[in-house]
């Protein structure tokens, strides 16, 4: 490719043509047409709006069509309003974004934000803006370059994984409590258990000695001959019952086994238990005892023997 252009000389005798050679001019042009075409191609196929800015007026002089998906908008709608980005962001997240922008171009950085835009049917979304900077061979800002994703969907499944999260830390606390609450009453059974034996125990060693004043005192009433001494003898023998159901209520109130039901015959245990009775309270007493155990014979209970014995 060549390029002339020719003078005439003012006498009319001759004229002069000068040709230069613009291949190379040409051929850088048609790369830049080529990349042109390439980059818009590029940009219009990407799964995200892509843009370009102006950083020092805020004027989009690019954007590609996928704006309409994200926003709403078509890129004649964006181009013919310079303000349009600014409106669109999310009013309570719109002075961060920009404060961070400011930051971003200050420092000469690239960076990505998370914010929220309204789309012009006025459904508020979340986007990712992922932004660069183009610069001259100076280091001077030309122009702000960048491409946004809508990222509304992850947005919400976070917000589900973090609700999740919440509950899941409170089932653990609610279940570490009922653990220390389980660990307390074992720890709490372990010493009522240890408090039983220990009073098993007593109650075994103290009925020993309660038997044989007892018998002693029996004996004496028996053969004393001073009438003063019935009183005192009497009082041995209060103290002895006193002392007895002492035991027992000691017994009952550290058994924390639990019941152990059997059939038993209602007759039978009444039988014994007032057997019993006669000879603990009223043996060398002139004490009568009167029986009516028929509407109960041959009648079986569900209980514990032992445990019903000891009431």
Not at 64 to 73: A, D, K, L, R
Request: with cysteine; net charge positive; charged share 35%.
């Amino acid at each position: 490719a060549v390029s002339s252009f020719a003078t005439k000389v003012a006498s009319g005798s001759f004229s002069t043509a000068f040709i230069q050679d613009i291949t190379e001019r040409k051929q850088a042009e048609q790369r830049l047409i080529d990349s042109e075409r390439k980059y818009r191609h590029l940009a219009e196929s990407v799964n995200g709006m892509v843009y370009r800015v102006n950083p020092y007026k805020m004027v989009t002089t690019y954007v590609n069509c996928y704006v309409n998906n994200i926003f709403g908008f078509t890129p004649d709608e964006i181009y013919s309003n310079p303000e349009r980005f600014r409106e669109m962001i999310y009013t309570g997240d719109r002075e961060n974004v920009f404060s961070e922008l400011k930051y971003l171009m200050e420092a000469k950085k690239d960076g990505a934000l998370e914010y929220r835009i309204v789309r012009k049917d006025n459904e508020v979304r979340w986007v990712e803006d992922h932004l660069a900077w183009e610069k001259d061979k100076e280091g001077n800002l030309v122009s702000m370059n960048g491409i946004i994703y809508d990222i509304t969907e992850r947005k919400k499944a976070e917000e589900i994984l973090n609700r999740d999260k919440d509950t899941f830390k409170k089932l653990v606390v609610e279940r570490t409590d009922e653990l220390v609450n389980a660990q307390l009453e074992l720890e709490k059974s372990r010493r009522l258990a240890d408090i039983g034996t220990l009073a098993a125990t007593i109650a075994h060693e103290l009925r020993n000695p309660l038997a044989a004043i007892k018998l002693a005192a029996e004996n004496i009433k028996k053969k004393q001959l001073l009438p003063f001494a019935d009183r005192h003898i009497e009082n041995i023998e209060k103290k002895i019952i006193e002392s007895e159901q002492i035991i027992n209520d000691l017994l009952s109130y550290s058994r924390i086994k639990a019941p152990k039901f059997e059939a038993l015959n209602g007759c039978e245990i009444m039988e014994d238990c007032i057997s019993l009775s006669v000879n603990q309270r009223s043996a060398g007493k002139r004490v009568k005892i009167s029986k009516n155990l028929k509407t109960i014979k041959n009648k079986l209970i569900k209980a514990d023997p032992v445990q019903l014995r000891e009431l």
